[in-house]
């Protein structure tokens, strides 16, 4: 199983024009889920893995395995003023990304995600709403910087190989086809 952990961050200092360049914290686990050989959830699993694994399970149900990553343990935290302590929102979120046919831009993400915390006294709901629904749009755009700080190489390399062995099999790869 390949796991990566992302941390993109940076260090929240005020710039040289007065403009903060912390806005947004994205913390996450990846796991290509291309790379899950098994379905079974062992039998002396703890309860929190066996809703990790079950939550896997059904994004490969509905999304499949190819070009699909399953982020979990994962955190966005928009801050809202320069004070540390006052004026941020913390989710915690879980689900999939999926990217173009070859792995170079996010295209999309089911993510179930949850206020964890808040430090700001003037939140109402319909701004919860609309933070929730912005992580959506920060994840996508934090794992095209993701993809792009990776070994972009590596992945053309990997997707140049599949498109030989389908080539080599006359357009078909997988068991007996």
């Not at 940076?10 to 024009?17: E, P, Q, T």
């Not at 079974?40 to 896997?56: E, F, G, M, T």
């Not at 389908?166 to 997988?174: F, S």
Request: with cysteine.
């Amino acid at each position: 199983m390949i796991v990566e952990r992302v941390i993109a961050e940076s260090k929240g200092r005020v710039a040289g024009d007065g403009t903060m360049n912390r806005f947004v914290e994205i913390v996450f686990d990846c796991l290509p889920l291309r790379s899950i050989g098994r379905m079974d959830i062992p039998i002396d699993a703890s309860p929190k893995y066996r809703q990790r694994c079950q939550r896997i399970k059904d994004q490969l149900e509905t999304h499949g395995s190819h070009n699909s990553y399953y982020l979990y343990n994962a955190l966005c935290i928009f801050h809202l003023t320069n004070e540390n302590d006052l004026g941020h929102l913390e989710f915690q979120f879980d689900g999939t990304v999926l990217t173009d046919a070859n792995d170079q831009r996010t295209m999309h993400a089911d993510l179930a995600v949850k206020l964890l915390r808040e430090t700001c006294d003037w939140l109402t709901a319909p701004v919860v709403t609309w933070f929730t629904e912005t992580v959506q749009r920060a994840v996508l755009v934090e794992f095209d910087r993701y993809i792009a700080a990776g070994d972009l190489q590596q992945t053309l390399e990997r997707m140049a190989k599949l498109q030989a062995k389908a080539d080599d099999a006359g357009g078909y790869v997988g068991m007996y086809l």
